[in-house]
């Protein structure tokens, strides 16, 4: 086993044997072999912690909320725990936390909500790198007349043209709209910087922090954006996505709802009953990664010190395995990897790795790894304006690879060795 020199690489204490005992679904088998989630850009497994918070919730809590019974007066405490809990996370006010079905959808309704107040020559910001999720509901807004204009990569690290992105932000830009990692080739945006540029010119920020979100410590205090949505599921909670938005917008701004649901924010952003199960779940994901955080520092007071003492321990030990593979892939030859791969630029991305083998399609790839245990994605992960840019569109897009912090070195020692079989058949 070689989580102790993986320690070593990366000065960090994580116990990857504790983190690896709370995910039950990692002692999984494919035909005799330990499955190995290299798909967590897709989807993390799920601690026992958040299985348990469900699980004790429909026990004994289940029940529609505002009722006049113990179940209905449970249901509202765990919904101001969970949104307390992702308060921590992001660091904010609780109101400010709102809970949807998934980010899409999130983003969907709010779209159309700022778009009720934006009128035919308005502009808004999206960028090639990121997910359709936070492209396609920006531009349905072109349906009213609004101006939507696409801020292009620089090719060659796949990285946002920050003077591009400069260059379309003017007096008529009313949002601009840029992800904090891309879930395809890794790269993380200084958000926080283009925050400043749309705030200069008297635009909103929206942040996507889907992909980020399980590879990094979420400030948007620090950010200092208007709205930021991230999904659950991403990162190691359940199937459901949540939004930041600072409280003068998400009162300001009006949601299409129905007559009787509440005015009042931020549940009059929460269409319908919600999930409440998954609710449970949300808040229980956020402590897990506070429990993880309170065992890399003993000394973490607050729940937000241990999220950030959970992340300071995780990203170096990810950023290890990612010089791992990158190591591994560059010595296969016909390997082109997309995306930054200078050792000394590992923290302008997260450790996600996508990329081609010669003219093989990424499938057969896929499908070749998946027979042996090894879990990878194949395709353009929805970031369709990406994949084209890099012209894979048409090719089957690339294979992509994704570390979170219960993933081994032998894992990756494994999927080379896979990578090296394929590659000889
Ligand atoms: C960066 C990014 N943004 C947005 C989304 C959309 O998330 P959801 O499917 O939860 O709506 C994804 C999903 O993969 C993503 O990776």
Same mark, same amino acid.
């Given at each position: 086993m070689s989580t102790p020199v993986m320690q070593e690489m990366s000065g960090a204490r994580l116990d990857v044997a504790w983190v690896r005992q709370q995910?039950?679904?990692?002692?999984e088998q494919v035909t005799g072999a330990p499955a190995a989630?290299?798909?967590?850009?897709a989807g993390t497994q799920v601690p026992r912690q958040v299985m348990d918070a469900i699980t004790n919730y429909l026990t004994h809590a289940n029940a529609n909320t505002y009722g006049m019974f113990a179940t209905s007066r449970r249901t509202n405490e765990m919904i101001l725990a969970a949104r307390a809990a992702m308060a921590d996370f992001f660091n904010?006010?609780?109101?400010e936390v709102v809970f949807g079905q998934n980010m899409t959808t999130i983003t969907l309704a709010l779209a159309r909500a700022i778009g009720r107040e934006l009128k035919a020559g308005d502009e808004i910001v999206v960028t090639t790198l990121d997910h359709d999720a936070n492209v396609g509901p920006w531009r349905?807004?072109?349906?009213?007349g609004v101006v939507v204009r696409q801020a292009d990569i620089r090719?060659?690290?796949?990285?946002?043209?920050l003077a591009d992105l400069r260059s379309k932000?003017?007096?008529?830009?009313?949002l601009v709209a840029v992800g904090? @990692?891309? %879930?395809?080739?890794g790269t993380i945006n200084p958000v926080a910087e283009i925050t400043k540029m749309a705030h200069a010119a008297g635009a909103l920020m929206f942040v996507d922090a889907v992909h980020y979100a399980p590879h990094g410590l979420i400030d948007v205090k620090a950010i200092d954006c208007d709205f930021l949505v991230c999904s659950l599921y991403k990162f190691f909670g359940p199937h459901m996505g949540t939004l930041y938005g600072k409280k003068e917008h998400l009162e300001r701004f009006k949601p299409y709802k129905?007559?009787? @649901?509440? %005015?009042?924010?931020p549940e009059c952003?929460?269409?319908?009953?919600?999930v409440h199960e998954l609710i449970a779940g949300i808040g229980a994901a956020v402590d897990y990664i506070a429990e993880l955080g309170r065992k890399c520092d003993?000394?973490?007071?607050?729940r937000r010190e241990a999220l950030a003492a959970a992340y300071a321990t995780t990203v170096p030990y990810e950023r290890a395995l990612l010089m791992k593979l990158v190591d591994g892939l560059e010595a296969l030859p016909g390997v082109k990897i997309y995306g930054i791969t200078e050792r000394g630029r590992f923290?302008?991305?997260?450790?996600t790795i996508s990329f081609r083998i010669g003219e093989h399609n990424p499938t057969q790839i896929a499908s070749f790894l998946g027979e042996r245990g090894i879990f990878t994605w194949d395709g353009n992960f929805y970031a369709l304006n990406l994949s084209e840019r890099l012209g894979v569109e048409e090719k089957g897009g690339v294979l992509r690879v994704g570390i979170v912090h219960y993933n081994t070195a032998d894992e990756i020692d494994r999927l080379i060795s896979a990578l090296k079989e394929f590659r000889a058949n």
């Open positions: 995910f039950p679904s990692l002692k989630f290299l798909d967590g850009p904010c006010a609780a109101e349905a807004l072109e349906e009213k090719e060659a690290d796949c990285t946002l043209d932000i003017n007096g008529k830009t009313k904090y @990692a891309s %879930n395809i080739v129905v007559r009787p @649901a509440t %005015n009042v924010s952003w929460e269409t319908g009953t919600q003993v000394t973490a007071r607050t923290d302008e991305r997260c450790s």
